[in-house]
């Protein structure tokens, strides 16, 4: 059974940073793509990035130039860094793996982003 574990997750002032990590197990890592989603209170879940088997990425543009996706294929590890973090970042952020036959999700992390 997949699990999803993801940590890094806090309160933070704007314009600081965060590192998001999200380890897998119970499957294999290296052929599934992995992404980022986040939901804010009384909001739907929103993709903020994704990172293939290949290395390709993907962002939503709210976050583009200020987050980056990526990945440890060794340690089954996906890593989300976000810099000048913005109040509308603040969100319970889940990571999913995803393939053809289906997706995993984790619990979740929260971000708070206020001074």
């Known amino acids: 059974q997949v699990r999803l574990v993801e940590s890094g997750g806090g309160l933070v002032q704007p314009g600081g940073s965060l590192r998001l990590s999200c380890v897998a197990s119970?499957?294999?890592?290296?052929?599934?793509?992995m992404g980022w989603y986040r939901q804010a209170p009384g909001k739907q879940r929103d993709l903020v990035a994704f990172?293939?088997?290949?290395?390709?990425?993907n962002y939503a543009d709210s976050v583009k130039g200020r987050f980056t996706i990526s990945r440890d294929n060794a340690k089954k590890t996906v890593f989300l860094q976000m810099n000048s973090l913005k109040p509308e970042d603040t969100a319970v952020y889940y990571c999913?793996?995803?393939?053809?036959?289906?997706?995993?999700w984790g619990q979740g992390t929260r971000v708070t982003v206020s001074s």
């Open positions: 999913q793996m995803w393939d053809i036959i289906g997706s995993s």
């Open positions: 990172i293939t088997s290949d290395g390709t990425t």
């Open positions: 119970g499957s294999i890592f290296s052929n599934k793509r």
